[in-house]
């Protein structure tokens, strides 16, 4: 883009992002560990000004009146930090994607073709009321060669600030460059606007929040985007499952932190099962405090369901909030999921090995489970050590994507003075 469309303060941050980056590119994977670990030690030791930070975030929350869910996202306690900490320290453990080689060979003429992997470059992230991506994204990103530029949110904004001062003491302590990674919050939504615009600049964009924040990137960004996405979560009991393993994975997928995407939205109970499973399965949600809301069936069989509207079975909660339904078959059940579901993660639970291999092969989504709670589509669950997201779509990447998903390819040509006749 030209750079006149951008403000002075956005293009200093681009452009000294796009050098850092070159550097980081050619970094040994000893040199980004030891970054990493200086990061985590940086976190460990400074949690009282980072609490203090997001406290101010806190208070300006509550005053906004912010919901529930995105208050628990928003808020730090010395647990969560300490477990942001040993997030990148296991990041330090993961393999370096840089340089490796997908794929290679021989020609008959004697050139030797290799696909590797390289860094992206300059990565941009747009997110709402979750200081821990700021922290997730930067290790992740620096491991696999990557500068960042950052819009956290204005909801965040104390914390972020403090947390990205802290990261760049420690790229600098560590001798790699500190505006790797860069916030842009003081700049507001126009710079948000700015950044979906920095064609050139940016070579990668990831949004990760609400369906809206999300939608509106994938709209209007100008600069290609890896869409993450909302979490309208389903999960399936046939007649073969067991009631009482039933009961548990419904509840821990649902209360166990419903503020976050892979947190339960729908259960789709088969006909015949449902008058032995529902009563139990319910109970142990309305002692948790979820507040229900069934379909007309699952209202005949549990009275004190209130009515669901299509509305509420399109709609990524994030509370204690969870609709029913009651399907003849399995079939139905799968119907269900593909009106409403945004491909993020589906769930069945089953011991008919038929019934689990067609829900396997025929739901789309980016992680589609048997017998498991839905909790487990996460990138530290995986084996990642973080996420920079969860992708939906199906370019490039999708799922919990850690650090080989912030790599594209380049194909190295060695010849020895080959002409093609």
Known sequence: MATSSLSPELLEKLESAQQASRSLANLSTAQKNVALSTIADVIDANHQIILEANGKDIEAGLAADMSEGLLDRLRFTPERLTALANAVRDVIALPDPVGVVVRGNDMPNGIHLSQVRVPFGVVGAIYEARP???VDIAALCIKSGNAAVLRGGSAAENTNAVTISLIQRALNDAGLPALAIQGIDEL??????QLMAARGYVDVLIPRGSANLINAVVAESKVPVIETGAGVVHLVIDESADIDNAVEIVHNSKVQRPSVCNA???LIVLETVAEQALPQVLARLENAGVTLKGDARARQ????LGVATEEDYATEHMALEMSVVVVPDLDSAIEHIRKYSTKHTEAILTNNVRHAEKFLAEVDAAVVMVNAST???DGGEFGFGAEIGISTQKLHARGP????ELTSTKWLVRGSGQIRH
Do not use: D, Y
Not at 301 to 304: A, N, T, V
Not at 401 to 404: A, D, S
């Open 132 to 134: 821990n991506v700021t």
């Open 188 to 193: 507001g939504r126009e710079g948000a606007t």
């Open 264 to 266: 339960l939205e729908t």
């Open 301 to 304: 069989i549990h009275p004190s």
């Open 375 to 377: 909790r487990f589509t």
């Open 401 to 404: 994507m850690g650090l080989p």
